[in-house]
């Protein structure tokens, strides 16, 4: 069974490592603030000012000044921090991002991601991508694997306009993990109950299968 946005979320939140600063893109990737295991820190950083995010309010938390990249009611963590946008760019550009999750509409075998534009149809814009895929020192890609229509995502080649060139290795769908080498999609884990076949059929790019591929721990 494919995964929930959630159980993604959870999934991208495995991958944090004590200490990291930590860049959540709009969509799946913000969920992950809510999922970061408890036995480490991560510092979460929301390129329009906040250093120490904290997980999404509950109703009686909700402060509407409060908010992340995606205009959304977040908290702030202990020892959080809150400053301008130039500084908050000037810590991505300076290669102070440890790790960033970035949403997707197309990742191809190359590691090149469109993330921002689809011509004719009105997309929320650039933000901070362009920014964190050229300054974050690991970037990882969340997104169904396939759109709406079952068209796959992870291609050959990129047909809309990048966002960032070489740029990503690893991936999480709500089907499989994959890592991004050698020009083409290596399978590493599989969503609970779905088949290699089946990724296979929704993957339009290189895909190899190295050895038996685990299941997913969400």
Not at 82 to 101: C, K, L, Q, W
Not at 164 to 184: P, S
């Amino acid at each position: 069974m494919a995964l929930s946005r959630d159980q993604i979320a959870m999934r991208v939140a495995q991958e944090f490592k004590d200490g990291d600063y930590v860049n959540l893109g709009i969509g799946i990737p913000t969920l992950a603030a809510n999922y970061v295991p408890s036995d480490i820190e991560v510092m979460l950083q929301s390129e329009n000012g906040l250093l120490g995010m904290g997980a999404y309010p509950t109703e009686e938390q909700v402060d509407a000044d409060m908010i992340n990249a995606g205009k959304e009611t977040v908290t702030a963590s202990t020892g959080a921090s809150i400053f301008n946008s130039a500084e908050s760019f000037a810590m991505i550009r300076g290669g102070h991002v440890d790790f960033t999750v970035l949403g997707a509409f197309e990742v191809d075998v190359q590691g090149n991601i469109a993330s921002w534009m689809i011509p004719g149809k009105l997309i929320k814009g650039m933000g901070g991508a362009m920014d964190l895929v050229a300054g974050a020192k690991n970037i990882i890609v969340t997104m169904t694997h396939a759109d709406k229509y079952g068209k796959s995502k992870l291609l050959a080649e990129c047909t809309l306009p990048l966002t960032g060139v070489n740029c990503i290795t690893r991936i999480i769908t709500d089907l499989a993990v994959l890592e991004v080498t050698d020009g083409a999609f290596h399978l590493k884990e599989r969503a609970p109950g779905v088949s290699i076949e089946e990724i296979r059929e929704k993957t339009a790019g290189k895909l190899i299968v190295d050895c038996d591929v685990p299941e997913m721990s969400v």
